[in-house]
């Protein structure tokens, strides 16, 4: 496997064994599910955030390696570009006063990066998409020195046979064409993850998904991309075109893009796992020794590394994750819509909605997703893309009378879905006093129309007010952002604009 990782060097046989692996692991998978061997229901969450890694200029700086080896800590890896990190938090118990125990985590591991980055004078700059990036600093030489990047860029350029085109219109216009899918790595994202029991992963899932958009309206942070405006969340776009293997005739065709937010609720957790099977072909046809069968048979419980490497490129905004742990094996939610910053505590407060909503929204006994389309909820999710604080959202009214409506996200985030998030995390215990703390930064977020992609663009227009140029002004605000955001102070509070000289 090593060699094959290295060289790239698949053929046809390799592919035809990962083909009959792949419908192993997924029968492997179906009888663990039937036989109900998966883990108790324990609460736990993780959390993984990409970073960024800039200058004092506001500048990217080409420099993981160099950074990874100061910070020397194995929470903290490398993710696709040379100017990007990932912080990984071990899972916590959704309880009590989690979230202001992840804050410190986060504020002590970030602190800590970012004075180790400043020895090689980088700093750490947590923000959806760098603004002062540059179509030169996305080339494949950029790429992060580890041997799996090199290998899945291969493998997705030879599947697409052709350039990635990426063409976003948001503000202004974007249309620009690179040879590798480096451009993938200007997106950083906060993970959330949830595990589940199978009876109740439909149910998370597809709550997850509903509040996707609402996720992205209260939490966009990447207006800019390449000197650009775009839309207030210009990752999903980025992402979606910067990993797209379909030539135009096949999505002309309507083939599915391997970033995909879905087209239906689900029943079951099987049902993703086969949808990855039944519409992607696999990329990194890397197999392993195991029998998962066989191992079933000898009462032991299989990797499924297969199935798992497949699923790790398919780019659901919502994931399925199966894993095990101390030989037990579970199933996670990872949900992966959000924009990386600005602050720990914006962060924080992001997770906090989103744990409490999906709970609660998981066990109402009439699901939103039975009252709300599925295409409502794909619509939904690229408004608040484009627009961010200022989108209006398809949901279902209250009241007997039924139907849909369109309000704006910041009424409905106010009006109904905070006292919901309120309740979910009553329902996980979490204490009071962090409850209404973090649900506190999204109601403000709410009342001022703020979030990170507004301030940025906001603060971005009064430097070119201020006769600033393009670059100048990404620049500075750049700066602007990286200084606040180690100040700390949630989004909702920062001045717009830069200080007096």
Request: glycine letters at 8%; proline letters at 7%; a negative charge.
């Amino acid at each position: 496997m090593g060699e094959k990782v290295v060289s790239g060097a698949f053929d046809l046989s390799d592919r035809q064994r990962y083909r009959r692996k792949l419908h192993l692991c997924l029968e492997g998978l179906g009888r663990l599910l039937a036989e109900r061997r998966f883990d108790r229901p324990r609460n736990l969450m993780g959390m993984e955030i990409e970073l960024n890694l800039a200058g004092a200029d506001g500048l990217p700086r080409m420099m993981n390696g160099e950074v990874l080896e100061r910070i020397a800590s194995p929470d903290f890896q490398t993710e696709l570009g040379m100017f990007n990190l990932e912080v990984n938090i071990v899972p916590h118990h959704l309880d009590g006063r989690v979230f202001d125990q992840l804050a410190e985590e986060l504020r002590t591991g970030l602190g800590y990066a970012h004075r180790k980055a400043a020895e090689v004078a980088a700093g750490i700059v947590m923000i959806g998409i760098l603004p002062t990036l540059d179509p030169k600093d996305l080339h494949a030489s950029n790429l992060s020195e580890a041997d799996r990047y090199t290998l899945l860029n291969d493998q997705i350029v030879a599947a697409r046979g052709e350039d990635f085109e990426l063409d976003i219109e948001g503000v202004e216009r974007l249309v620009c064409t690179f040879p590798s899918i480096t451009p993938e790595a200007a997106c950083t994202s906060v993970q959330l993850h949830l595990q589940v029991t199978p009876a109740r992963f439909a149910d998370v899932w597809n709550a997850a998904q509903a509040v996707a958009a609402v996720q992205i309206a209260v939490g966009a942070n990447s207006p800019f991309l390449f000197g650009k405006e775009l839309w207030r969340e210009s990752r999903p776009p980025l992402f979606q075109q910067a990993t797209d293997t379909r030539p135009p005739e096949l999505q002309n065709q309507g083939v599915r893009p391997r970033t995909w937010f879905g087209e239906r609720w689900i029943g079951s957790a099987y049902e993703l796992f086969e949808e990855n099977l039944r519409f992607f072909p696999p990329l990194l046809p890397i197999c392993d020794e195991e029998d998962p069968l066989r191992v079933l048979d000898d009462g032991g419980v299989p990797a499924l590394g297969e199935l798992v490497l497949h699923n790790g490129t398919v780019y659901r905004w919502n994931r399925p994750v199966y894993g095990l742990a101390d030989g037990v094996p579970h199933l996670r939610v990872e949900n992966r819509v959000l924009p990386a910053g600005p602050t720990v505590t914006d962060v924080i407060a992001n997770a906090a909605l989103y744990y409490g909503l999906v709970r609660a929204l998981a066990e109402e006994p009439r699901p939103v997703w039975t009252r709300l389309p599925f295409s409502a909820a794909a619509e939904n999710f690229e408004s608040a893309c484009r627009l961010g604080i200022d989108a209006e959202l398809v949901w279902p009214r209250r009241g007997r009378s039924g139907g849909l409506t369109r309000v704006p996200a910041v009424e409905l985030v106010r009006d109904e879905l905070l006292p919901l998030a309120a309740a979910g995390l009553d329902a996980w215990n979490i204490e009071p006093a962090d409850r209404d703390r973090y649900l506190g930064v999204i109601e403000e977020r709410c009342k001022r129309r703020v979030n990170g992609a507004s301030w940025q663009a906001d603060t971005y227009h009064r430097g070119l007010e201020a006769g600033l140029g393009r670059d100048e002004a990404l620049a500075a605000t750049t700066r602007r952002y990286a200084e606040l955001m180690h100040g700390g102070e949630p989004v909702h509070s920062w001045p717009v604009g830069f200080p007096a000289p």
